[in-house]
């Protein structure tokens, strides 16, 4: 099994290394371009798009470890929805912009379809007390889930930024999922994506060559 998710990593890795070259030659050519203003961190007009490239070498690797039973079918389908309805309106947006209403619309009903199927808001330990999370708290972690989305989305735009952020805090993910619960794979979704967003970082390491774009 582990040299089996090693090899799904590296997979993941360099698929989203790939489809980031095949995004960035259909941005070029459909002229998606992030053309630098007064508010903008760069000043060289950059592709953008290449955010659905990580998703779909994810998403992808998702199912394969689902299949070496790896990964939770339901915490596959409330990643792999929700990721498909951010990507394929962010993508939109890049195409021809989108009214915020409707990507917070989007954004929203990913955040809750993700939760449904995980179950909402696990329970909380305070002190030692376990204290039961019911569908105010799971609201709030709806209302987080849209923030990160869009914080993420706010820090693209500056060369590696967003990609080393991903990176980042998926490894921590990882290694928290790993030290308290020793047994269980919690930590190979987060691995999966920090492997995705590795494999666009290529693309996106300074000078950046490509955005991930909305």
């Known amino acids: 099994?582990?040299?089996?998710?090693a090899g799904l990593t590296l997979g993941v890795f360099l698929s989203a290394w790939w489809l980031t070259g095949r995004v960035r030659r259909y941005a070029l050519?459909?002229?998606?371009?992030?053309?630098?203003?007064?508010?903008?961190?760069h000043v060289i007009?950059?592709?953008?798009?290449?955010?659905?490239?990580?998703?779909?070498?994810?998403?992808?690797?998702?199912?394969?470890?689902?299949?070496?039973?790896?990964?939770?079918?339901?915490?596959?389908?409330?990643?792999?929805g929700s990721s498909a309805l951010v990507a394929g309106i962010g993508f939109a947006d890049d195409h021809g912009h989108v009214a915020r209403r409707w990507r917070l619309l989007a954004h929203g009903t990913?955040?809750?379809?993700?939760?449904?199927?995980?179950?909402?808001?696990?329970?909380?330990?305070i002190l030692g007390h376990a204290v039961t999370s019911g569908w105010v708290a799971s609201g709030f972690?709806?209302?987080?889930?849209?923030?990160?989305?869009?914080?993420?989305?706010?820090?693209?735009?500056?060369?590696?930024?967003?990609?080393?952020?991903?990176?980042?805090?998926?490894?921590?993910?990882?290694?928290l999922h790993q030290m308290v619960a020793p047994g269980a794979l919690h930590w190979v979704p987060p691995l999966l994506l920090a492997a995705g967003a590795g494999g666009f970082l290529v693309w996106n390491w300074p000078p950046a060559r490509i955005f991930m774009g909305d």
């Open 1 to 5: 099994m582990t040299l089996a998710l």
């Open 29 to 41: 050519a459909s002229h998606l371009i992030d053309i630098p203003n007064t508010r903008s961190s």
């Open 45 to 80: 007009a950059t592709p953008r798009g290449g955010g659905v490239a990580i998703v779909i070498a994810v998403l992808a690797g998702l199912l394969l470890a689902g299949m070496l039973g790896a990964t939770s079918w339901p915490l596959i389908a409330g990643l792999g």
């Open 110 to 125: 990913a955040a809750a379809w993700a939760l449904v199927w995980v179950g909402g808001l696990p329970p909380i330990t």
């Open 141 to 175: 972690a709806g209302i987080y889930i849209v923030w990160l989305i869009n914080l993420t989305n706010f820090m693209d735009g500056i060369d590696g930024l967003a990609a080393v952020e991903v990176i980042t805090v998926c490894l921590s993910g990882a290694l």
